[in-house]
């Protein structure tokens, strides 16, 4: 499984961005998808997550209910992540996971089993 995120970028706070990731060398439709992030110093910290097709199910950080949507486009095997609202402190590199079969809920841990992408910055100026 390759992951590619794309999207980032330096934004000013209270805008809007739309993270991409594309996914291939598996059928996308088996695995669930979640996004993570590290800012400087800090531990990666779950962001949201989407559960695999075979059920339903999104979850999103407390920090981040109601300014951001985790949504999934099966034809362009692509997981999408969009932020409004944006702070300064929601500055990081973001990183998209998969995990094959998964419920969202699932997805909101770290396994060895996880495939992960190469990130991307998003720097949130004040």
């Known amino acids: 499984v390759q992951l590619v995120e794309f999207g980032g970028g330096l934004v000013q706070a209270g805008t809007s961005i739309r993270l991409s990731c594309l996914m291939s060398g598996r059928t996308f439709t088996n695995f669930g998808y979640g996004w993570f992030r590290q800012a400087p110093g800090k531990e990666r910290e779950f962001v949201a997550s989407?559960?695999?097709?075979?059920?339903?199910?999104?979850m999103y950080a407390d920090s981040m209910k109601g300014r951001a949507t985790i949504s999934t486009d099966n034809a362009k095997s692509t997981v999408y992540l969009q932020m409004d609202s944006l702070k300064p402190e929601d500055t990081a590199i973001y990183y998209c996971k998969a995990r094959l079969w998964a419920h969202a809920e699932e997805i909101t841990t770290e396994r060895d089993n996880d495939y992960w992408g190469q990130g991307t910055q998003v720097t949130v100026s004040s």
């Open positions: 989407v559960s695999w097709i075979g059920t339903s199910g999104t």
